[in-house]
Nanobody, 125 residues
Framework: QVQLVESGGGLVQAGGSLRLSCAAS????????MGWFRQAPGKGREFVAS????????EYGDSVKGRFTISKDTAKNTLYLQMNSLKPEDTAVYYC??????????????????WGQGTQVTVSS
């Protein structure tokens, strides 16, 4: 099993910043990649960013490129998402996810096998 616990969400004004964290644990924690997704009310789960756990390759969704940065601390088994220049349309529940295999691709939710409970990010205009 893998446990993923997100933190760092909250209410912020447009143009502000937040840093999300995702603490991972469990015997089955052996990610190929780790990712962040988000889901706004009434919408599907949207890819935000992913990072290789070994190596440094990253990918970003088009709507967050240049504003968000994904990073990791492998010694602490912790994933981060630095969010700058936040917009009201960034309002969503943000989830971190674990992808164990190289099957599929890193921007599809079905490729991930474990998920956190999510943390709410609300951006006011």
């Amino acid at each position: 099993q893998v446990q993923l616990v997100e933190s760092g969400g909250g209410l912020v004004q447009a143009g502000g910043s937040l840093r999300l964290s995702c603490a991972a644990s469990g015997r089955a924690f052996r990610p190929y990649t780790m990712g962040w997704f988000r889901q706004a009310p009434g919408k599907g789960r949207e890819f935000v960013a992913s990072i290789w756990w070994i190596g440094s390759n990253t990918e970003y969704g088009d709507s967050v490129k240049g504003r968000f940065t994904i990073s990791k601390d492998t010694a602490k088994n912790t994933l981060y998402l630095q969010m700058n220049s936040l917009k009201p349309e960034d309002t969503a529940v943000y989830y971190c996810a674990h992808r164990a295999l190289s099957m599929g691709n890193s921007y599809t939710a079905l490729s991930y096998d474990y998920w956190g409970q999510g943390t709410q990010v609300t951006v006011s205009s």
